[in-house]
């Protein structure tokens, strides 16, 4: 899949579940604050780094998995932990950059092509 593919993914899916009905860029971007600060929660919470776990009540059409020996726990659980968290703040981003016709491939180019000219440890950090 490519990084256009996946952002028309989002745009699709976010039509589809109406998130932009009177929506601001503001409350967009504290959206993408709220996945991050929902990150840092996981970390309080002695989650390691790359922990998925999965919560909430499995609700499945049982007559679709008849012909199936096991369910997999995941299909209609939520997943968190950290990487669930960080995924949600990047579809978030990719969704206002879609939104709002921001060429976020190019912008992360340029912004990575200058951080390599800054020194080591930048802004004054010891």
């Known amino acids: 899949m490519t990084f256009a593919e996946l952002i028309e993914e989002i745009r699709q899916s976010g039509f589809k579940h109406d998130w932009w009905k009177n929506r601001t860029l503001a409350e967009a971007l504290c959206l993408v604050h709220s996945e991050i600060s929902e990150a840092l929660e996981e970390d309080r919470n002695y989650h390691q780094p ?14 679709e998995w008849k012909h199936v020996s096991s369910i997999p726990t995941s299909i209609c659980m939520k997943p968190e932990g950290i990487p669930s968290e960080l995924a949600d703040a990047i579809i978030r981003i990719l969704d206002i950059c879609e939104h709002y ?19 080591l440890k930048h802004g004054k950090k010891l």
């Not at 776990?53 to 499945?60: L, N």
């Not at 180019?109 to 951080?115: G, H, Q, S």
């Open 50 to 63: 790359t922990d998925t776990y999965y919560s909430g009540t499995m609700i499945i059409d049982l007559v």
């Open 101 to 119: 016709n921001i060429n976020i491939e190019a912008a992360i180019r340029e912004k990575m092509d200058y951080n390599e000219t800054r020194p």
